[in-house]
């Protein structure tokens, strides 16, 4: 039977590897007008993919795993960025798309599907198998949760400084919204991040007891 380690390190080649890529073929296929750093999902992936890449170098290389520092920056970041933001682009993407294919496929159906679901499916599973196979250590519930609104709250104030200047918004349906509405649109994912902050954190309890907080991977 395999152990988690393997488990979890085949998952950080395989989402490490996918996440670039997916980030080349966007860059070639997404058209400029659309704005391309306006999407949520290419800010989230960007964070994936360098976040597996160093757990990867931190994993081969001891010098670099026994590095407190280095371990505690990229524990904030899982719990801060990874799970919370990779469940809530999963979420919100196909909530929408089950509501009403139109708010978000129009720029989706640009991609092929293989691309689609690796930055709006795999996303998730990925962020629990890390959770569930390394263990990172949970930090105080204002550093977590400050990283996650420093994310999203950058994330917000550039699309909506592209949309209300440039007139670039990533999602049809956001066109049709008033200004209220908009700004509306970044305070309930958000929430949700928050949320799913939580729940990051309570899965990493459940898989992970006090006991065994000294491994480190």
Not at 60 to 80: A, H, K, T, V
Not at 129 to 148: W, Y
Not at 165 to 181: D, Q
């Amino acid at each position: 039977m395999l152990s988690k380690t393997v488990i979890g390190t085949v998952n950080r080649i395989f989402s490490a590897t996918l996440f670039f890529t997916c980030l080349y073929v966007c860059g070639k296929i997404i058209p400029e007008g659309y704005g391309r750093a306006n999407f949520l999902t290419l800010w989230n992936i960007t964070a994936a993919a360098l976040f597996y890449s160093i757990s990867l170098l931190c994993h081969f290389l001891p010098y670099l795993r026994s590095g407190r520092e280095q371990n505690s920056i990229r524990d904030l970041i899982y719990f801060g960025i990874i799970f919370p933001i990779g469940t809530t682009v999963f979420t919100f993407f196909w909530g929408l798309t089950f509501i009403n294919p139109k708010f978000i496929l129009t720029d989706a159906s640009l991609l092929p599907s293989w691309i689609n679901h690796s930055i709006h499916t795999w996303i998730m599973p990925a962020a629990i198998l890390e959770g569930i196979c390394f263990n990172h250590s949970r930090p105080s519930s204002s550093e977590g949760r400050a990283v996650t609104i420093s994310f999203f709250s950058a994330y917000c104030v550039y699309t909506l400084i592209m949309g209300f200047v440039f007139n670039k918004w990533p999602y049809p349906f956001l066109l049709k919204l008033t200004i209220p509405y908009r700004l509306l649109f970044a305070i309930i994912p958000l929430s949700c991040s928050l949320m799913f902050y939580t729940l990051g954190v309570k899965l990493n309890s459940l898989f992970w007891k006090p006991e065994k907080q000294q491994h480190r991977s």
